[in-house]
């Protein structure tokens, strides 16, 4: 296996920091609620899905790369209805992530040979 190269280190612990801060933050808000709802859970736990692809980055798991590119992708689309500002930063980082983890030496570590059609 390749070397983890220092960029997918970063986005990977980047991913990880805001899962959990968005599962935090989202729990305590459905905690503050007066009224329950089941289906409300589904909020905080969609909130760890960045924790995962970033402990998936790191162990060099190919679709998460994908997965984060999406998540980050589905950031710049709801940011449409906020303002242009948040498009324009959520859009900048898309970019970011996707050249870290697509160009140079991310393409080589998520290259498993013994992986067919990667």
């Not at 859970?41 to 997965?67: Q, S």
Request: net charge neutral; aromatic share 12%.
């Amino acid at each position: 296996m390749n070397k983890r190269p220092i960029a997918v280190t970063v986005i990977a612990w980047l991913l990880i920091a805001a899962g959990v801060l968005g599962f935090a933050v989202h729990l305590r808000e459905l905690v503050a609620q007066k009224l329950f709802h089941f289906e409300d859970l589904w909020i905080p736990l969609v909130g760890l899905l960045p924790a995962a692809c970033g402990a998936f980055l790191l162990l060099g798991h190919n679709w998460a790369r994908w997965l984060a590119l999406a998540w980050m992708a589905s950031h710049v689309a709801i940011s449409f209805f906020d303002s242009l500002g948040k498009v324009a930063v959520h859009a900048i980082l898309l970019l970011l992530i996707a050249y870290s983890l697509f160009a140079g030496d991310a393409k080589a570590y998520f290259h498993h040979p013994d992986q067919v059609g990667t």
